[in-house]
T-cell receptor, first 116, second 112 residues
């Protein structure tokens, strides 16, 4: 079955420290991959996406993610975390080609806490 | 440009009642998808609509239904509400030839 796994439910980092959030996917073929951020009571904001090509993807707010086919992973990173980055982060995947069925499968999320 | 809008923002219902949630996509987007997000979990796909036709359906009971109007706005209907239907309901719009969905702020449904 197609699935997205985020192994870390909760992560705490100090402001200014680096961050890496893990994501693994299980699909027959490489899906399109996304990272979203959700602040409390808010909808989802797209941070970045990977469709093909360069395996290091740059996103908004200083985030980047690296696609590793051999590890079926798409980990999110940020060199220096700001207090405003505290939120919940979701990894998501979408199989298929453009124009098709657009069922996005989300991971269970990683809640990021930033301490001063 | 306006993003995806949803109404109402909050809703309280009792078990057995019916609810209708509304979504307006980004201008030019013809595809609308609905997701249910239970507290502490990731969003779960409910429906995708394109050009007023259902493109896909997730693993939800028939109590859940939706439709899309000629202006591409959409309604999600849930009948015979259960306590377990309490969740944040998210709407997302997209261009069908792009695989990027834009989410609205959601409707928080509480079933008592």
């Amino acid at each position: 079955a197609q699935s997205v796994t985020q192994p870390d439910i909760h992560i705490t980092v100090s402001e200014g420290a680096s961050l890496e959030l893990r994501c693994n996917y299980s699909y027959g073929a490489t899906p399109y991959l996304f990272w979203y951020v959700q602040s409390p009571g808010q909808g989802l904001q797209l941070l970045l996406k990977y469709f093909s090509g360069d395996t290091l993807v740059q996103g908004i707010k200083g985030f980047e993610a690296e696609f590793k086919r051999s590890q079926s992973s798409f980990n999110l990173r940020k060199p220096s975390v700001h207090w405003s980055d505290a939120a919940e982060y979701f990894c998501a995947a979408l199989p298929g080609a453009p124009g098709g069925y657009q069922k996005v499968t989300f991971g269970t999320g990683t809640k990021l806490q930033v301490i001063p | 440009d306006a993003g995806v809008t949803q109404s109402p923002t909050h809703l309280i219902k009792t078990r057995g009642q019916h609810v209708t949630l509304r979504c307006s996509p980004i201008s030019g987007h013809k595809s609308v998808s609905w997701y249910q997000q239970v507290l502490g979990q990731g969003p779960q796909f409910i429906f995708q609509y394109y050009e007023k036709e259902e493109r896909g359906r997730g693993n939800f009971p028939d109590r859940f239904s939706a439709r899309q109007f000629p202006n591409y706005s959409s309604e999600l209907n849930v009948n015979a509400l259960l306590l377990g239907d309490s969740a944040l309901y998210l709407c997302a719009s997209s261009l069908l030839d792009r695989n990027e969905q834009f989410f609205g702020p959601g409707t928080r449904l509480t079933v008592l």
